[in-house]
């Protein structure tokens, strides 16, 4: 089974995030740039299907400029096979149209038996890739599971909301999305940070691939910083601080 698991760089969400104000896009200098964290949990979900079927193959794939590079050489680390590195002047900026079928272009030059994805990244929080990319692809999606397993034909998933738990199941390939139930990353070992250097990387440009969208249909077009943050009201418990917070969370109309 060959899986492609999509990974993104984000800033990190520990540190001060901001957004350009002049392009309206992320300012990737001003903060640490990570994996995100439901991309790693994704991961894990192909590794841990590696570890119990070693002919799995994992491939890990991003869309970003060249420092994302450096997110894929950690996934070679913790055990991915090999890497995918979408690059390109043309994707500064890219929406969700753009960016799924340039990825979809890609998945389908790679060849899989199942796209696995995160629900939604930290940044973007847009969770709708998914869906996307299983329409570029003619292929059934199963998006916010929270527990799936998977076997050579078939993935099963559960997707739980407000309304009730849902048993999914679709035959591969298929696109699935996860969500953050599913268990933390493991961490890459000495000998995996060693042997990712020599995995290979695969890099495509916009050249490279045949998409059906080339230019990104939306765009900002205005941006400013919000504003800073005021001290907060301290509630002195000295007889009186239930009275305070009733009334503080009724002037604020929240109760």
Same mark, same amino acid.
């Given at each position: ?7 993104? =760089? $984000? ?6 995030? +901001? ?9 990737? @200098?001003? *903060?640490?740039? $990570? ?5 790693? +949990? ?15 193959? $994992? ?27 979408? *690059? ?13 079928? $340039? ?49 050579? &034909?078939?993935?099963? &998933?559960? +997707? ?20 953050? =139930? ?6 890459? *070992? ?21 998409? *059906? @969208? ?10 400013? =910083? ?26 604020? +109309?929240?109760?």
């Amino acid at each position: 089974m060959k899986i492609i698991v999509l990974i993104k =760089q $984000v800033p990190d969400t520990w540190s001060d995030r +901001r957004i350009d104000t002049a392009t309206g896009l992320i300012d990737r @200098a001003a *903060s640490d740039r $990570v994996i995100d964290e439901i991309s790693e +949990r994704a991961l894990e979900v192909a590794l841990a299907r590696k570890d119990g079927d070693k002919a799995t193959e $994992v491939v890990v794939m991003t869309m970003g400029p060249p420092e994302a590079k450096d997110a894929l050489r950690k996934a070679l680390a913790m055990g991915a096979d090999s890497a995918v590195h979408i *690059s390109d002047e043309g994707l500064t900026g890219a929406d969700a149209l753009l960016t799924s079928s $340039v990825i979809a272009a890609a998945a389908r030059d790679t060849g899989f038996d199942l796209l696995l994805t995160g629900n939604e990244s930290t940044d973007g929080r847009g969770g709708i890739l998914p869906a996307m990319l299983a329409e570029h692809l003619g292929l059934p999606v199963l998006s916010f599971l929270d527990h799936l397993d998977i076997d050579a &034909g078939t993935v099963r &998933g559960r +997707r739980s909301g407000d309304a009730g738990t849902l048993e999914l199941s679709a035959a591969l390939p298929a696109v699935i999305s996860i969500t953050e =139930q599913l268990p933390d990353a493991r961490f890459a *070992s000495f000998k995996g940070i060693m042997t990712a250097k020599k995995k290979p990387v695969v890099a495509y440009g916009l050249v490279d691939l045949e998409t *059906s @969208a080339m230019d990104a249909r939306s765009t900002v077009l205005a941006a400013e =910083q919000g504003p800073p943050r005021t001290a907060g009201t301290v509630v002195v418990d000295d007889g009186r601080a239930v009275a305070e917070l009733v009334d503080y969370l009724a002037a604020a +109309r929240l109760v």
